[in-house]
């Protein structure tokens, strides 16, 4: 980060502002655990912080201290648009265009107060008053501890900050197995334990945690999961009548699409997931090595993220999406 952007925030917080935080539509571990770290650090620097989050978060995520009190814009759109309207300062975390809000973004766009941003995805846009954006990064709650670490607060880091940031961290390395984990991130980790984070425990509340139907949808899943050994390539679809089979609530399918990159040999893969209400198929895609699955969902399903992943949507059937799929996959 910028020092003259560094400055200036500082000069920003110098003062108790009323603050909102916003995470990505659909948030997952990494959005809400820098939301929430950032959140746990405003407060202790006496400003009044909000997390608004465009629509709810999964149900393995509500432990996380003080999730009770984030507000979900799509639930309570007349609140929280006061409350956006009333902010002096507003930070964007764990995404780089304006419309991963979903809706939320044409409020977001009347606004003039200043916004920061945070976070680790390709091409951000420019819509932030100050952007502190690095894809060397794996994940925006590393990028929090720096943040923090750049205003001289470090100190302040709590156990509650720590378990924040240690959630987004081990969710979005894979548990520190993706490539963008570097031996800084283990040593911020470490710096995280020593506060108090408990490493044991985290990740069973994260992935041990799970219901009886969330099992029995992993099952279906992975029958569904097809293989085109000639393009090294799988994928796996749920269909809205599939999930309603096994009573699927929020966080149900999450990690599910990594199952296909386990096969040996295979290096492309794809969830596909009906949602009947929004009518659109969300894909989620991942890639082992230089196959470059953010410019892959970029061009082909109107999404984006990262080099090994990245999602996006479709509006046509499921047959139809996949045979869009399989004809692109044919032609890499
Ligand atoms: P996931 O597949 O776990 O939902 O997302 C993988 C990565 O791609 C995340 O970094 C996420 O933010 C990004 N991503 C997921 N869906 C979309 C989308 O529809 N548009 C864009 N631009 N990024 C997405
Ligand atoms: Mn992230």
């Known amino acids: 980060m910028k020092n003259s952007d560094i400055q200036a925030i500082q000069l920003l917080l110098a003062t108790p502002k009323k603050i909102a935080i916003i995470p990505h539509r659909s948030p997952d571990g990494d959005a809400m655990g820098s939301t929430l770290a950032l959140y746990h650090f405003l407060l202790k620097l006496n400003h009044q912080p909000v997390v608004i989050a465009p629509n709810e978060f999964p149900e393995f995520l509500a432990w996380l201290p003080d999730s009770e009190t984030v507000l979900i814009f799509e639930k309570n759109k007349e609140t929280t648009t006061k409350i956006l309207q009333e902010a002096e300062l507003i930070f964007t975390l764990d995404f780089n265009a304006l419309h991963r809000v979903g809706e939320m973004e044409n409020v977001l766009k009347t606004l003039s107060v200043p916004f920061i941003m945070i976070d680790h995805h390709q091409k951000p846009d420019d819509y932030a008053t100050h952007t502190y954006s690095d894809t060397a990064f794996g994940s925006t709650c590393e990028m929090i501890y720096n943040f923090i670490d750049f205003l001289g607060q470090q100190n302040l880091i709590d ?144 999404g984006g993220g990262h080099i090994n992943a990245a999602g996006g949507k479709s509006d046509l059937s499921m047959e139809e999406t996949i045979k869009k799929f399989e004809d692109l996959v044919t032609k890499l």
Do not use: M, W
């Not at 945690?209 to 085109?228: D, E, T």
């Not at 296909?260 to 794809?270: E, P, S, V």
């Open 159 to 302: 156990k509650t900050i720590a378990t924040c940031i240690y959630t987004g961290i081990l969710t979005d390395s894979g548990s520190f197995k993706y490539p963008k984990t570097t031996g800084r991130t283990h040593r911020v980790v470490a710096d995280l334990i020593d506060l108090g984070v408990d490493n044991s425990e985290v990740p069973n509340l994260l992935f041990d945690n799970h219901s009886y139907n969330r099992l029995q949808l992993l099952g279906r899943a992975l029958q569904n999961l097809k293989v085109i050994p000639e393009h090294r390539t799988s994928y796996i679809t749920l269909t809205q009548e599939e999930l309603d089979t096994f009573h699927y609530v929020k966080g149900d399918t999450e990690g599910i699409v990594n199952y296909g990159l386990t096969i040996k040999g295979i290096i492309f893969t794809a969830i596909f997931i009906e949602n009947k209400e929004e009518k659109i198929i969300k894909i989620s895609f991942r890639s082992q090595g230089d196959f470059d699955v953010n410019q892959f969902a970029r061009d082909h399903f109107g």
